[in-house]
């Protein structure tokens, strides 16, 4: 018998995932709402990417 996970722990997962991504969008000055596109497939790596190596707003706001 295969073990059988319910639904409602990937939407845990999910959500734990979620939270600290979007307190990390949030500090780099951006709309906490991008981390729910960890959520799409493939979207999720490439706009991983997109936060890492884009300059931040909260650093552009800091500048001299």
């Given at each position: 018998m295969e073990p059988h996970f319910h639904p409602f722990f990937g939407?845990?997962?999910?959500?734990?995932?979620?939270i600290p991504a979007w307190?990390?969008?949030?500090?780099?000055?951006y709309n906490g709402a991008?981390?729910?596109?960890?959520?799409?497939?493939?979207?999720n790596i490439?706009?991983?990417y997109?936060?890492?190596?884009?300059?931040?707003p909260i650093e552009r706001s800091r500048a001299p």
């Open positions: 939407l845990i997962a999910g959500i734990l995932a979620v307190k990390i969008v949030s500090k780099a000055g991008w981390s729910l596109l960890l959520f799409i497939p493939l979207v490439i706009m991983m997109v936060f890492a190596f884009n300059v931040w």
